[in-house]
C-alpha cells in the first residue's frame, strides 16, 4: 500500500470512528413509581426537613399523611425506638413549635385523629442498616393479594466526598423472596427509593434490603397488601 | 496539484472538521449529588400537588413555607424558551387546578381551610413571613403541550453547581434532558413521573438547553427551577 493511501484510509476511518462515538442515548423504560411510594416517600422528607429546620409543620403534616395512609407501625424486635412514628413526630413537633399557639392547637388536633385507609393498611418497619449489610424482614401474604414493598431510605441526598474526592452515598437494593427463596421481585435501581408490586400466592415472604453504598442509613419498609376484587 | 494530493487533503480536512464538532461536553455529571434547595423546591412542589389531589390547606401553606424560605424569585434572566413537537389530539380535557404561583396558593389555602380557624391563621404568618436569603433560586411556571417539548436556553455559570429541578401538576410523564451548547447530551431525569431534577457542574460559563418532554396527551403545568 502506498503512503498517500494509507494516510487515507486512515483519515477515513478517523472520521467514521468520531463519527460513530458521539454519544446516543440509551433508551431504558421508565421506573413507574406507585402514587403511595411517593406520597410516603415525601412524608419522609417531610420528617428529615422538620427536624433540619426544627419545624413543627413539617412534622404535623407528615403525621396527617401517615394518619391518612393508615400506616400501622410494626413492633421492632431490635429495640430500636421508631423515629417515624406518631408518638415521637408529634413531640418533637411539640419542641419546635416553641409555644406558638396554632401550631399547638395542631398538634392537638393531629393527635386526636383517628387512622384512615382501612382498606389497605400499609404495615411500616424501620431498620437501621450499614453500608454492605443486607437486613430481612418477613411477611405473609395470602393468595390472591396485590402486595406492594417500598422501601424509603433516608439517606437521599446525603453524600460526602472520600479523600480521593469520590462521592460516597447509600444506595439501597430490594429483593423479595418466596419461602422456596425464588425471586419474586427485585428493585436495582440506583439510590435510596425502592419499589416493587407482584400478585401473591399463599406464602411466607421474606424481604431483603442490601445496602451496595458507601454510607449507613436508616430505611422505613412498607408493604401493603390489598385483596383482589372478585 | 495531483489527484491524489487532493484526495489526501479533502480526508484530512474531513477527519479534521469532524473532530472540531465533537467538542468535549461543557459539564460534568454530578449525579445524585442534588443541592439541598433543589431537594426542598422538590418537597414543595410535591406538596402543592398533594394539597390540590385532597383539597387540604394544610400542604400548601407548608409548600409556601418552603418556596418562601428559599426564597424563590420569578426568573429575569432573559432566559428563552421554544416549543416543538406534534400536539396529541385526544379530545380530553382536566382540570385547570394546581398553580404553582404563591398568591394563587395562598388563596387556594385560604379557600381550603373552610374556615378552620388555626389553618387560617397558619397562612396569616405565613403571608408574613419574610423571604430567605437574597440571591435564591429562579424559577419560571409554564405548560408544555401533550407530545410537545419545550427547549429552555439558560445560562449557567461555570465551576459552581448547577441544577434543573422541574415538578409538573401531576398528570402526565415528563422526562428532563440537559444538553450543551453543541448539542453534548450532559445528564437527564427521565423516570416515569413529572418530579424531575439534575444536577452538573459546568466547566465554564456558558449556554445549555433543558429540554422537558410531555409523554401525556394533556398539557403539564410545571415549575422549572434553576440556581
Known amino acids: 500500500m502506498k503512503i498517500w493511501q494509507l494516510l487515507l484510509s486512515i483519515s477515513i476511518l478517523l472520521s467514521t470512528t468520531s463519527v460513530a462515538q458521539v454519544p446516543s442515548h440509551a433508551v431504558s423504560a421508565p421506573k413507574q413509581i406507585p402514587q403511595e411510594a411517593q406520597l410516603l416517600d415525601m412524608a419522609g422528607k417531610l420528617v428529615s426537613y422538620g427536624r433540619q429546620t426544627k419545624s413543627a409543620l413539617p412534622l404535623i403534616q407528615a403525621v396527617q399523611i401517615f394518619q391518612k395512609m393508615g400506616v400501622v407501625d410494626e413492633s421492632d424486635s431490635t429495640g430500636l425506638s421508631n423515629p417515624y412514628s406518631t408518638d415521637m413526630l408529634l413531640a418533637d413537633a411539640t419542641k419546635f413549635a416553641d409555644g406558638n399557639k396554632n401550631l399547638l392547637t395542631l398538634i392537638k388536633e393531629t393527635g386526636k385523629s383517628t387512622r384512615g385507609g382501612a382498606i389497605k393498611d400499609p404495615t411500616r418497619f424501620f431498620r437501621a442498616i450499614e453500608p454492605g449489610e443486607v437486613i430481612y424482614q418477613h411477611f405473609y401474604a395470602e393468595g390472591g393479594q396485590y402486595v406492594q414493598v417500598i422501601v424509603d431510605g433516608q439517606g437521599e441526598g446525603l453524600s460526602i466526598h472520600d479523600s480521593n474526592g469520590n462521592i460516597c452515598m447509600s444506595d439501597l437494593k430490594l429483593t423479595v423472596f418466596d419461602k422456596n427463596s425464588r425471586v419474586i421481585a427485585s428493585d436495582n435501581s440506583m439510590g435510596v427509593n425502592c419499589a416493587v ?32 376484587k372478585h | 496539484m495531483s489527484i491524489k494530493q487532493l484526495l489526501i487533503g479533502a480526508a484530512l480536512l474531513l477527519s479534521t472538521s469532524v473532530f472540531a464538532q465533537q467538542t468535549q461536553p461543557a459539564a460534568d455529571v454530578n449525579e445524585k449529588n442534588i443541592p439541598t434547595e433543589a ?28 418556596i418562601k424560605s428559599l426564597n424563590v424569585t420569578d426568573a429575569t434572566d432573559g432566559r428563552s424558551k421554544e416549543q416543538s413537537g406534534t400536539e396529541v389530539a385526544t379530545g380530553l380535557t382536566k382540570s385547570d387546578l394546581v398553580s404553582f404561583d404563591e398568591s394563587q396558593l395562598i388563596s387556594d389555602a385560604t379557600k381550603f381551610a373552610d374556615g378552620n380557624k388555626t389553618l387560617l391563621a397558619l397562612i396569616k404568618d405565613t403571608e408574613k413571613t419574610t423571604r430567605g436569603r437574597s ?17 429552555w436556553k439558560i445560562t449557567f455559570r461555570g465551576g459552581e453547581t448547577a441544577y434543573v429541578c422541574v415538578i409538573g401538576d401531576g398528570d402526565t410523564d415528563l422526562d428532563l434532558y440537559v444538553y450543551d ?43 422549572i427551577i434553576t440556581n
Open chain 2, 181 to 223: 451548547e453543541n448539542g453534548n447530551f450532559i445528564t437527564s431525569d427521565t423516570d416515569g413521573t413529572d418530579n424531575c431534577v439534575v444536577s452538573f457542574n459546568p466547566k465554564w460559563t456558558g449556554v445549555f438547553y433543558i429540554k422537558i418532554k410531555n409523554l401525556g396527551s394533556v398539557y403539564n403545568k410545571y415549575s
Open chain 1, 197 to 228: 408490586a407482584f400478585m401473591s400466592n399463599t406464602s411466607n415472604m421474606t424481604i431483603a434490603v442490601r445496602n451496595a453504598g458507601q454510607l449507613p442509613d436508616n430505611c422505613i419498609i412498607y408493604v401493603y397488601k390489598t385483596p383482589m
Open chain 2, 135 to 151: 440571591g435564591g433560586p429562579m424559577r419560571a411556571n409554564d405548560r408544555v403541550l401533550g407530545g410537545y417539548t419545550d427547549t
Open chain 2, 39 to 66: 431537594q426542598q423546591y422538590q418537597l414543595a412542589g410535591q406538596l402543592v400537588r398533594y394539597g390540590y389531589q385532597t383539597k387540604s390547606s394544610l400542604p400548601l401553606i407548608q409548600a409556601l413555607q418552603i
